[in-house]
């Protein structure tokens, strides 16, 4: 299994580890049960860190390697802790073209991380993603539900120091 370590370490909560416990009774002898379990493990952390994975992988008595294979298949799931702000850059064709390349590289000289990656204080994670439905705007930027439209790479500075 790859390292799962991001930047940020893991601060899982007594009262989060027993919540989880009681949803992996619930399922525990039922079919396909990694599912529900990875899902609500999800809700109750806000990601997959691999302390949680193995609390799964033990539990249901499997390898961890089963439970990593299933979270990292599906999209829906995230070994990523998300930032306080969620930042995701458009690169779409209509943005792409448009430079939205040029303004995720001003975003990673900025912050020091790239897509997937977390601020070390959790301010900031980074995503790049294929299309926000704002060609109109393009390039486009999104830091959790606002939208920025338009953007040259020297608005990102000023734009994120809102956000600080």
Known sequence: MPNLQTSVPFKGTK?????????????????????PILQAAQNIYGYLPEEVQIIIAEELDVPVSEIYGVASF???????PKGKYQISVCLG?????????????????????????????????????????ACGLAPVMMINEDVYGRLTPKEVGPILDKYQ
């Open 15 to 35: 009262e989060q580890e027993e919540e989880l416990r009681k949803v992996i009774a619930e399922y525990r002898d039922v079919p396909g049960a990694t599912m």
């Open 74 to 80: 599906y999209a829906q799931f995230t070994m990523n």
């Open 93 to 133: 064709t209509a943005c792409y073209v448009k430079g939205s390349a040029n303004v995720l590289s001003a975003i990673e000289t900025k912050l020091g991380i790239k897509p997937g990656g977390i601020t070390p204080d959790g301010k900031f994670s980074l995503n790049a993603c294929r299309c926000v439905g």
